[in-house]
């Protein structure tokens, strides 16, 4: 390897301008060139020992724009420019105006450098950066950016004009050092980055979509829940009434059988003294067959009914369970999404730029994400809740359906009953009419018997009663938690759709986030073209733009008598006693301080 150019040149121009108006500009290339080898190496006519490196300048072939213009004007106060001298007096005014204009895409930095000169004060439109020390004299430094424009003033004001009558007004020197590939790199990762931030709030959009679908889709759910417990609540009410009517109808039949039982035992009496009443009590056996067998037939009826409201409870169990594990989905979905926010919220934490827009930009954008945060934490709370409700109205239901499944074994039973005695009944009055006249005395007997099992049978049915009250007042009683329940479905849907407003807020944010990036993508390419356009133009990395000011050299009025016997007469043969101004001496003194002064700061300040 015998030599290693680092990076691309910088191009340096180099402007000297006048007062007067009048400007030169030079070209030159620097380039930064590392001899690795043992030989020393011969680059642009320059020799780089071996193992070291040396920066080589070479004039380049051409004329190039400059980044920056700057323009000035110089003013005078209590002063006169007379050629290259300005004739001045103590405390005269050299006002220099300068404005920058900036052709870059991005603010460059600018230095503002002037050199104190004794008898002279310096103000400026703004306050120093710095002051330097350079060969015992202050330098005044200002540093600044420069987006657009920027205009700046220098004052200077004489003070004092030395012994040969002149001072030299210190030239003012600009530089600024453009790093076309240094912004050329930083705005590729900006551009990187906000590409990542476009994707993962494009995802957060998504998501956001997703989630107001998923809510507008749990509200129609729930009011449709609402809607059957409220048609539960009703059917509730009525099998609460259909119980309490079969429990009346129970303290009925009780009361007929122990009638029945009474007047079985008086026909058992009775039969002796008259077979006339065989056909009677065979009848009325008969009509109450009828009757416990219609009292059979009503029980079915009611146990059906209890059947379909069992059926359609766990038909509102399973819509329940349906509803909770929805609601459980998007509970986790709503965790994910606020992770998603925070690791957003974290990377954009962790850009670094030295463009302010795009720092405001991140912080603004932090801060929106912050708000979007605490919006799921609220839409998380608000879906717990729901689910914490929905469990408590499974369980509800799932009390009442159990309920209502005991209630109907019990009707089963009262049923099989009311049809066993029926058909006991009938059978005895079948026995009636068929063995009574031959055998009145075993009819009596089995008349006892029949009465004896009627009160059996009404002890039984009368035991049916108070189950039956009981499951009266749990109907009610679901049917009002129902009710209730639908309030609170009605509630959380409302309380829903209430959100579904914020979540169209959030979306709305992020889509103009989303229009923001973009429009910031879109910019930082076009200005990346710009800055290429200027890199090809330059055909350089960098450019380093210097540019020195050369003020008039000051000279004092003088008032002075000259000698008669200098040899100059007065026009017209007279004697020679005016005033006239003498700025040849100070001119040759303010030269030599000039070269070997300001010549010596700008050289070094090039070098």
Do not use: C, H
Not at 247 to 255: D, E, L
Not at 368 to 385: E, K, M, P, R
């Amino acid at each position: 390897m015998v030599a290693l150019s680092l990076g691309s040149p910088t191009l340096i121009i180099s402007t000297t301008a006048s007062y007067s108006g009048t400007s030169s500009t030079s070209y030159q290339y620097a380039y930064f060139v590392v001899n690795n080898s043992s030989r020393p190496l011969i680059f642009q006519g320059y020799t780089i020992p071996p193992y070291s490196a040396k920066m080589v300048y070479v004039a380049a072939n051409g004329s190039y724009p400059p980044p920056l213009l700057i323009m000035y004007t110089v003013s005078y106060v209590n002063a006169t420019l007379s050629g290259q001298q300005l004739v001045s007096r103590n405390g005269s005014l050299v006002e220099v105006n300068i404005t920058i204009k900036n052709f870059m895409p991005f603010a460059v930095p600018v230095t503002v450098l002037v050199q104190r000169a004794s008898g002279v004060d310096i103000f400026s439109s703004r306050p120093p950066s710095g002051v330097q020390s350079l060969g015992g004299s202050a330098v005044y430094q200002w540093t600044f950016l420069v987006g657009y424009s920027y205009n700046f003033t220098l004052t200077y004001r004489i003070e004092s004009f030395g012994s040969f009558g002149a001072v030299s007004l210190p030239p003012v020197e600009i530089i600024s050092d453009v790093d076309l590939d240094g912004y050329l790199s930083q705005t590729n990762y900006t551009i990187n980055y906000l590409n990542k931030t476009y994707n993962y709030l494009y995802n957060l959009s998504y998501a956001t979509n997703l989630i107001s679908s998923a809510v507008y889709n749990l509200t129609n759910n729930l009011d449709e829940l609402r809607r059957i417990l409220n048609l539960s609540s009703v059917a509730f009410r009525e099998g609460a009434m259909g119980l309490n009517a079969s429990r009346y109808a129970i303290a009925a039949v009780n009361s007929q059988l122990m009638s029945l039982s009474s007047s079985l035992l008086a026909a058992a009496i009775a039969l002796n003294r008259s077979l006339l009443l065989v056909q009677y009590e065979y009848a009325y056996l008969t009509t109450l067959s009828s009757a416990l067998e219609a009292q059979a037939i009503a029980i079915s009826a009611y146990e059906k009914s209890v059947g379909a409201t069992v059926n359609s409870l766990n038909g509102i169990e399973n819509n329940l369970y349906t509803i909770y594990y929805s609601l459980n989905n998007i509970e986790q979905s709503l965790y994910k999404s606020k992770e998603n926010l925070i690791n957003i919220k974290n990377k954009l934490s962790k850009i670094r730029s030295n463009n302010t827009y795009i720092e405001n930009a991140t912080s603004a954008l932090i801060d929106q994400l912050n708000s979007a945060i605490s919006t799921v934490d609220s839409l998380i709370s608000a879906v717990n809740s729901a689910e914490q409700s929905v469990a408590a109205m499974i369980a509800i239901v799932s009390n009442t359906r159990d309920a209502l499944v005991a209630v109907g074994a019990q009707l089963s039973q009262v049923q099989g009953i009311l049809n066993q005695t029926a058909a006991s009944t009938r059978g005895n009055a079948t026995a009636l009419e068929q063995e009574m006249p031959p055998v009145i005395l075993n009819i009596s007997r089995s008349l006892v018997s029949a009465s004896r099992n009627l009160t059996d049978v009404a002890g039984q049915v009368s035991a049916l009663e108070r189950p039956l009250g009981s499951g009266v007042q749990y109907l009610q009683t679901a049917s009002q938690e129902l009710v209730a329940a639908s309030y609170q479905i009605d509630a959380l849907s409302k309380s829903l759709k209430g959100e579904l407003f914020y979540l169209g807020l959030a979306n709305s944010l992020v889509e103009n986030y989303l229009y923001n990036i973009t429009n910031n993508i879109n910019r930082d390419y076009y200005y990346i073209s710009i800055v290429k356009t200027y890199r090809r133009i330059y055909n350089a990395g960098r450019v380093e733009y210097q540019f020195v000011l050369q003020l008039p050299i000051a000279v004092r009025l003088w008032n002075i008598t000259l000698p008669t016997n200098l040899g100059v007469e007065k026009p017209g043969g007279s004697d020679l006693s005016a005033y006239i101004y003498l700025p040849i001496l100070a001119s040759a003194v303010a030269v030599g301080l000039y070269l070997g002064v300001g010549k010596g700061f700008i050289k070094r300040r090039l070098d």
